[in-house]
């Protein structure tokens, strides 16, 4: 009797002690996953002249995973810039907002291609981005062709999440996103 609850007691153990080891997916249906970034490599304004100030294009969004591989939600981001030389001053301001739908592919490839990607610790993404970007400008008369507009975009990314534990981690996409071609950032899952 004592051998048999001591077995007993020892097997306890030690499933408590691997489900107290046992990580989290870095993508669950359910989650809700915030992220936050700055936009690199900007595209379409100011290529030319020298930059005298600015606010740095920031995102941020918040996605529910509503699927075992895809997660929805909003985004909005926010960037300016200013240019000052000889005979020109201006400076945009930029607002974006939309929608992302994300599909999160590491357990499709790792039961179809047969790979072995940590899916504790990595999630590879393809996201699709649909808003609005609002464009404010103020300058030099001679820049009036760049008027105050609000463009529609359709964006296609492509990232990869590293999870440093259960909740937080870090991002790099690249593809249209909502002000650049590439954003690096934090990730927090919960």
Avoid: C
């Amino acid at each position: 009797m004592k051998k048999s609850i001591f077995a007993l007691l020892a097997l306890v153990l030690v499933l408590a002690g691997q489900s107290a080891f046992a990580q989290k997916k870095a993508y669950e249906q359910g989650d809700y996953i915030l992220n936050a970034g700055v936009s690199l490599g900007y595209y379409g304004y100011g290529y030319v002249g020298s930059r005298s100030g600015g606010f740095l294009p920031l995102t941020a969004s918040l996605e529910k995973g509503i699927h075992e591989h895809i997660s929805v939600g909003p985004y909005v981001g926010y960037a300016s810039w200013k240019y000052k030389g000889s005979g020109y001053n201006y400076s945009w301001n930029f607002t974006s907002v939309g929608v992302r739908g994300t599909f999160h592919a590491v357990s499709l490839l790792n039961e179809t291609l047969d790979m072995s990607i940590n899916e504790n610790k990595i999630d590879l993404y393809g996201t699709l981005m649909a808003g609005l970007e609002f464009r404010s400008f103020s300058g030099d008369e001679f820049l009036e062709d760049y008027a105050n507009e609000t463009n529609f975009f359709v964006g296609p990314v492509l990232g990869a999440k590293y999870k440093f534990n259960d909740k937080i981690g870090s991002f790099i996409e690249g593809g249209r996103g909502a002000f650049g071609y590439s954003t690096l950032g934090v990730s927090v899952n919960f």
